[in-house]
Nanobody
Framework: QVQLVESGGGLVQAGGSLRLSCAAS????????MGWFRQAPGKEREFVAA????????YYRDSVKGRFTISRDNAKNTVYLQMNSLKPEDTAVYYC????????????????WGQGTQVTVSS
């Protein structure tokens, strides 16, 4: 059984930064694509970013390119999402996810989800 535990969410003013972390259990962490999704109230869950098993490739939704950076530390079984220049429209619950495909932008590609962490950006 794989467990994904997110941390690092919170309340920040527009233009600010947050770094989310996702700690994963299991010995096969380094073999999988990992990603971040988000879900705002009343909206569907949407893809944010993904990173290849080796960390050599990344993929982002257009609206976060240049502002968000995904990274991973396989020795620590942890994936990160550095979020800079945050906007009110980034407000959502952010979910860590393990993907069966690359880049894994569809929710159907995900086999494990974290519990989510709230990010709120005030204007």
């Amino acid at each position: 059984q794989v467990q994904l535990v997110e941390s690092g969410g919170g309340l920040v003013q527009a233009g600010g930064s947050l770094r989310l972390s996702c700690a994963a259990s299991g010995r096969t962490f380094s073999s999988y694509v990992m990603g971040w999704f988000r879900q705002a109230p009343g909206k569907e869950r949407e893809f944010v970013a993904a990173i290849m098993w080796s960390g050599s490739g990344t993929y982002y939704r257009d609206s976060v390119k240049g502002r968000f950076t995904i990274s991973r530390d396989n020795a620590k079984n942890t994936v990160y999402l550095q979020m800079n220049s945050l906007k009110p429209e980034d407000t959502a619950v952010y979910y860590c996810a393990r993907s069966l495909t690359w880049p894994g932008t569809a929710v159907t590609a995900i086999d494990y989800w974290g519990q989510g962490t709230q990010v709120t950006v005030s204007s």
